[in-house]
């Protein structure tokens, strides 16, 4: 079905950038929107960003708003996470995420269907 390949993390000190990229394997109809989650060792996941796959619409966590972007690109089979100003705040395993169903006026729950793996983003002082 949707396969999701991550690529992107490293280690960054504080104020630093990266990018990361997902890539969407499987129909564009069978993903309603993509999103980006985090965890950090000993912590609850949490929701960052994510993007509605036929629309415009974005949707942040507080801690991310103003320095980390979400995008895809025009055939959607690739989603980005622009992290700006990084803090130590932001070191945690990064996860790409989608799901087919609609999930209302948010979508930075914890249902998604279809996770990657994981990438390692790790910010130092």
């Known amino acids: 079905q949707v396969q999701l390949v991550e690529s992107g993390g490293g280690s960054v000190q504080a104020g630093g950038s990266l990018r990361l990229s997902c890539a969407v394997f499987?129909?564009?109809?069978?993903?309603?929107?993509r999103a980006w989650f985090r965890q950090a060792p000993g912590k609850e996941r949490e929701g960052v960003a994510c993007i509605y796959t036929l629309g415009s619409r974005t949707v942040y966590a507080d801690s991310v708003k103003g320095r980390f972007t979400i995008s895809q690109d025009n055939a959607k089979t690739m989603v980005y996470l622009q992290m700006n100003s990084l803090t130590p705040e932001d070191t945690a395993m990064y996860y790409c995420a989608a799901d087919p169903r609609w999930p209302g006026d948010t979508c930075l729950g914890l249902g998604p269907s279809y996770w990657g793996q994981g990438t390692q983003v790790t910010v130092s002082s």
């Open positions: 499987g129909s564009t109809y069978s993903t309603s929107y």
